[in-house]
């Protein structure tokens, strides 16, 4: 298909997005070093911080949860592609404290590769850090291996969580207490009608014949193995909602967070009417749905389709979850 973006030159997209996040947020977001998007105004340094790292072309995720009561910071990666180990580290040596840092890193090659090594430096500078990697994705599986499943919208919640566990002031053993124990019940499944172009060099990523769509596509239009012919949304809910409550563990007299995260070409229309079967569907098995969410918050260009999110709730996630955050794209 061919590529029609509003763009200019391709080689200047993220440096150019960014110039425009911080530009539009200005009183929440700065941008410091050209790829390093933090908060207008900086948390104490008794409280922990919260970074994360990741490609670009994902708006409004990551960089757009940068603000108070989620994330400190993100480091930003071209297109698709993760940022460098020194950019990352030099993130990290801005928000060095006592306090301590959590680095969440979506279970993807290249981040995971990056992370590791910023990691091993800041450990040596004595910087005290800790890592949560998501790996929501179910695709390849419910009982795939975690280090087989990729991170996808799923962090977006995570970082929420931990966010207004920092701003409250958590220990970093608590945060990743919290953080682990949300990470452990959230599943992410991915649907997608159309594949998406590369907007750096128009070509496209992947290719569904109009007829079909595919259950499991991974965050960059990987394949999920899951393909069928379209289905109608409660149909579609129906086969997705099934396996994220089993990798999610909920069951009835749970409360449970349910997102549908449109991936970039599907209608707000489409998203609430899988929500409304979903929903249904969980409260029929007597699970307590809180108040959820419906929008576009992890895409992936032009790509048709979305992700559900469902996670098993406990106490304290319910309490995170509504307190308040000012960030360009989650305010609460």
Same mark, same amino acid.
């Given at each position: 298909?061919?590529?029609?973006?509003?763009?200019?030159?391709?080689?200047?997209?993220?440096?150019?997005?960014?110039?425009?996040?911080?530009?539009?947020?200005?009183?929440?977001?700065?941008?410091?070093?050209?790829?390093?998007?933090?908060?207008?105004?900086?948390?104490?340094?008794? !409280?922990?911080?919260?970074?994360?790292?990741?490609g670009s072309g994902h708006e409004p995720a990551l960089s757009g949860y940068v603000g108070e009561g989620m994330l400190d910071a993100s480091v930003v990666g071209d297109v698709f592609a993760a940022p460098g180990a020194p950019k990352l580290l030099e993130a990290l040596r801005l928000l060095k404290r006592d306090a301590g840092i959590v680095l969440v890193t979506l279970n993807h090659d290249g981040d995971r590769m990056s992370a590791s090594k910023a990691l091993r430096d800041a450990e040596k500078?004595?910087?005290?850090?800790?890592?949560?990697?998501?790996?929501?994705?179910?695709?390849?599986?419910?009982?795939?291996?975690?280090?087989?499943?990729?991170?996808?919208?799923?962090?977006?919640?995570?970082?929420?969580?931990?966010? &207004?566990?920092?701003?409250?002031?958590?220990?970093?053993?608590?945060?990743?207490?919290?953080?682990?124990?949300?990470?452990?019940?959230?599943?992410?499944? &991915?649907?997608?009608?159309?594949?998406?172009?590369?907007?750096?060099?128009?070509?496209?990523?992947?290719?569904?014949?109009?007829?079909?769509?595919?259950?499991?596509?991974?965050?960059?239009?990987?394949?999920?193995?899951?393909?069928?012919?379209?289905?109608?949304?409660?149909?579609?809910?129906?086969?997705?909602?099934?396996?994220?409550?089993?990798?999610?563990?909920?069951?009835?007299?749970?409360? &449970?967070?349910?997102?549908?995260?449109?991936?970039? &070409?599907?209608?707000?229309?489409?998203?609430?009417?899988?929500?409304? !079967?979903?929903?249904?569907?969980?409260?029929?098995?007597?699970?307590?749905?809180?108040?959820?969410?419906?929008?576009?918050?992890?895409?992936?260009?032009?790509?048709?389709?979305?992700?559900?999110?469902?996670? !098993?709730?406990?106490?304290?996630?319910?309490?995170?979850?509504?307190?308040?955050?000012?960030?360009?794209?989650?305010?609460?």
């Amino acid at each position: 298909m061919a590529m029609k973006k509003f763009i200019n030159d391709p080689a200047n997209l993220t440096k150019e997005l960014l110039e425009g996040l911080v530009s539009c947020y200005k009183g929440k977001v700065k941008l410091v070093s050209d790829r390093i998007v933090m908060r207008a105004t900086p948390k104490d340094e008794s !409280k922990v911080a919260i970074v994360t790292l990741g490609g670009s072309g994902h708006e409004p995720a990551l960089s757009g949860y940068v603000g108070e009561g989620m994330l400190d910071a993100s480091v930003v990666g071209d297109v698709f592609a993760a940022p460098g180990a020194p950019k990352l580290l030099e993130a990290l040596r801005l928000l060095k404290r006592d306090a301590g840092i959590v680095l969440v890193t979506l279970n993807h090659d290249g981040d995971r590769m990056s992370a590791s090594k910023a990691l091993r430096d800041a450990e040596k500078e004595g910087i005290k850090v800790r890592e949560i990697v998501t790996h929501d994705d179910i695709g390849p599986g419910v009982d795939a291996d975690p280090d087989e499943r990729r991170g996808l919208g799923g962090c977006v919640p995570l970082y929420k969580v931990i966010g &207004a566990a920092a701003e409250a002031g958590k220990s970093l053993d608590e945060i990743m207490d919290i953080g682990e124990r949300f990470n452990r019940h959230v599943a992410t499944l &991915a649907v997608a009608m159309t594949g998406c172009t590369h907007p750096q060099n128009g070509e496209p990523i992947t290719v569904l014949p109009d007829d079909e769509m595919e259950i499991g596509m991974g965050q960059h239009g990987e394949a999920g193995g899951g393909r069928t012919k379209i289905l109608t949304a409660d149909e579609t809910a129906a086969r997705m909602i099934a396996p994220l409550m089993q990798a999610s563990g909920v069951k009835a007299g749970d409360t &449970a967070l349910l997102i549908i995260n449109g991936v970039g &070409a599907t209608t707000l229309m489409e998203m609430l009417i899988v929500y409304r !079967k979903a929903a249904q569907i969980l409260a029929d098995k007597g699970i307590n749905v809180t108040p959820g969410a419906c929008g576009e918050y992890l895409t992936v260009q032009e790509m048709a389709g979305f992700q559900m999110i469902l996670c !098993k709730l406990d106490a304290d996630h319910r309490e995170y979850l509504s307190a308040p955050a000012r960030t360009p794209y989650w305010n609460a």
